[in-house]
Structure formats: structure tokens, C-alpha cells
């Protein structure tokens, strides 16, 4: 497949700054750095272009900051500027960097993401016998900035655009190993270096099923004899990469044991989303719960937290347990007119109403919300 050229002038130019800057401000817009970008859009878009125009831009500083979810990661959040041209760059990459890449790749793809992978996976465990599973261990921290500049350079010819993603790239991780994670051209270059590995599985090995979200990837075969013979070969792979494979994560398993993948244990006939990832989802929503409670999140966006685990859960068989959960804010979810205001009973309707200007307050009506507070009805 021949090399992108010529998208220099379409990357920096105004139109293409001002969709990624829509892009990058989606979910985001009354934060601080963001309102102030946007409150000058015009200049400050006009000011980045002509950086970029003539070589100068470089990267603000990021914030950092560690998670626990339940892994160890240190996330870092570009300045808004930066992540203006982080969308600039990708929006018009994107089509032919998709193009390039096997139908099996699920990460930061349009039409695939986390639960098509998990199908995917789930019609695999029907389809063979046993599965490899396997990590890359410290895959963002470990990506070596020569390899994934390499492969650029085998999917771009445009030189400006090659040296805008060497600025990218040389400017996270240290001692020339390392990519942020939180970044959009990150997690593209990332998924671009794997994808080598990818063309060679499925086109040179012939291996019978394969799924890969991001460094996550499970390999499907006949028998363990196959499987461990590509487990040799996928290590040797990874090492000319300057990756290696998570020992402790690499799980070699007759399909009927149930594949763990994404925070769910698919079976040929069911997933189950695994107990921690179950632990973590709860406490997410009491978060958001706590958060309503002390006036720092409004009911739209509880509501939107609510539908958004349900989304999640959805997609493993998980209805009892949503039913169990969820009872008592069906009027939440399901986005009716009839609510109450903030801390109101939850199912607030003429015959079930606990709110102070209301009666029918019988001891069967159990009243589980948050004070008296006046109720709408209509």
C-alpha cells in the first residue's frame, strides 16, 4: 500500500484546526484551560497555525497524574493546545492509517471498540478449541521512540508531517523509550507499531483466530502443540520490537475454561464481567451518587453516569443484577419528564410521592431519598 503524502497543507490548515479544535473541547468546555482557548478561538487558532507553518511549535508542559483502576498508571493530559493538534494531525491521518490495518485490531477504531472486540472474541471460543492469551508487559512505557518513528516512516512520506510526529514522540517518556498515555497520537502510534505483528499473525502464521485490543491479544487454535509453538515465535517477534510479552498474564486454556479479556470472562455461551471490574463499576456509581449528594454534579449528568454503567454492563449477562441495582432509579435511566428536583424520591409520581408537599406517606411507600425538597408532578 503506497505511503501518505501530500496532507501537510490539509493538517495545518485553518478549517481542519477548527474541526479538531470542536473534536478536542467535546465533554470538556466549561473546563478552565478550555473556555479560555475557545473565549479567543479565532486568535489562538491563528497564532498555532502559523507555529506550525513555520516549524516553531512545540509542546506545553502536561499535567500528570496516577491511577489505580486497578492497575498503576500515570496518565498525562496535554495542554488543550496540544491536544488541538494531537486532533489535527489524527482527523486527517486516520482514514488511511485505518485502511492499513487488519479487521482483528479493535483499539481506536471507528465502528469497533472494547465490547465489538469482545464479541469477536466470544465468536472465536465457538469457533476452536483453545486460546493464548497474551501482554505486552509496560507496553507505553517500553515503546522505543526509534521503532515507532520507523514505522511511521514506512506509512508517511510527507516530511513536514513525519517531523510534527517526531516532535510528538520524542517529547514523552525519557531516556527515548515511552509514550503518554491519555494522548490520541499515542494511542495510534501504539496501535501502528502492533500492527506489524498483527499482518504477520494473520498473513504469513495463518493463525486460525485472532482478537487484539490495543496490547491485549489472544490468539485461538486446534490444540496446545499450535499454541505454544506461536508463543515462541510471537515472543521472538516482540523482542525485535524491544517488547516482550507479560509473563504472568499469558494464559494457555482449552476454550470451554472461559477466556478473561477486557474485565469480562467470555464463555461460549455467556459473559461475565469479572468481580473486580463489577467491585469498580459500583463504586464509580456511588461516587457519582456521593458527588449529586454534595451539590457538586447535577441530575442530567447522574443520569448520563447511571446510563453510561448500564451501557457498559449491558454486554455481559448481567440483567438481574442491573434490575437489583438500578430499581429504584428507572425514572433516571430511562429519561422520563417525570422527576423530582435534586434529592427527591426517585419514582416520583401522583401515587408514589415522599417529597414534602405530597402525601400518601404510609408506611408501605418507603421514601429513600435524600431530604424533603418540593416535587414536580407534571
Known amino acids: 500500500m503506497r505511503r501518505i503524502g501530500g496532507v501537510w497543507d490539509e493538517i495545518v490548515s485553518f478549517a481542519n484546526l477548527l474541526r479538531a479544535t470542536t473534536r478536542a473541547a467535546a465533554g470538556k468546555r466549561t473546563t478552565k484551560g478550555v473556555a479560555a482557548f475557545l473565549a479567543r478561538r479565532e486568535p489562538e487558532l491563528l497564532a498555532l497555525q502559523r507555529e506550525l507553518v513555520l516549524g516553531t511549535w512545540r509542546p506545553g508542559e502536561p499535567t500528570t497524574f496516577v491511577i489505580r483502576d486497578p492497575k498503576v498508571r500515570t496518565i498525562t493530559a496535554a495542554p488543550f493546545r496540544d491536544r488541538v493538534v494531537h486532533h489535527a494531525l489524527i482527523d486527517v491521518l486516520e482514514p488511511s492509517l485505518d485502511r492499513r490495518m487488519v479487521p482483528h485490531s479493535f483499539a481506536c477504531r471507528r465502528g469497533k471498540g472494547q465490547h465489538a472486540a469482545l464479541r469477536h472474541a466470544q465468536r472465536l471460543l465457538r469457533q476452536h478449541a483453545w486460546f493464548l492469551k497474551l501482554d505486552v508487559q509496560g507496553f507505553f512505557p517500553s515503546l522505543a521512540h526509534d521503532v515507532v518513528l520507523a514505522k511511521l516512516q514506512r506509512v508517511v512520506k510527507d516530511r513536514r508531517a513525519l517531523g510534527l510526529c517526531e516532535v510528538l514522540v520524542r517529547r514523552g517518556g525519557e531516556c527515548g523509550r515511552g509514550l503518554p498515555i491519555g494522548n490520541l497520537t499515542s494511542q495510534w502510534f501504539a496501535n501502528l507499531v502492533l500492527d506489524r505483528m498483527d499482518h504477520w499473525l494473520v498473513e504469513e502464521l495463518r493463525v486460525p483466530g485472532y482478537v487484539r485490543y490495543m496490547d491485549d491479544f489472544v490468539l485461538f ?6 499454541l505454544r509453538g506461536w508463543l515462541g515465535a510471537v515472543e521472538a517477534f516482540l523482542a525485535a520490537l524491544q517488547l516482550q510479552v507479560k509473563e504472568r498474564a499469558t494464559l494457555l486454556a482449552p476454550a470451554t475454561q472461559g477466556l478473561p479479556f477486557l474485565g469480562c470472562r467470555s464463555y461460549r455461551g455467556t459473559v461475565r464481567l469479572r468481580p473486580e471490574n463489577l ?13 449529586f449528594d454534595q ?14 454503567g448500564l451501557a457498559h454492563m449491558k454486554h ?12 429504584r432509579t428507572r425514572e433516571w435511566i430511562d429519561g422520563s419528564a417525570n422527576r423530582c428536583n435534586r434529592g427527591g424520591n426517585f419514582d416520583n409520581d401522583p401515587d408514589n410521592a415522599q417529597s414534602g408537599n405530597r402525601n ?19
Open 295 to 308: 451539590g457538586q454534579l447535577d441530575e442530567a449528568r447522574l443520569a448520563a453516569a447511571v446510563r453510561a
Open 316 to 327: 455481559a449477562n448481567t440483567l438481574g443484577l442491573r434490575r437489583s441495582w438500578f430499581a
Open 279 to 291: 467491585a469498580r463499576c459500583r463504586a464509580r456509581l456511588r461516587r457519582r451518587q456521593w458527588q
Open 360 to 378: 400518601n406517606n404510609g408506611p408501605s411507600n418507603r421514601n429513600n431519598n435524600l431530604g424533603l425538597r418540593p416535587a414536580k408532578t407534571s
Open 221 to 226: 487454535g486446534p490444540d496446545k502443540a499450535s
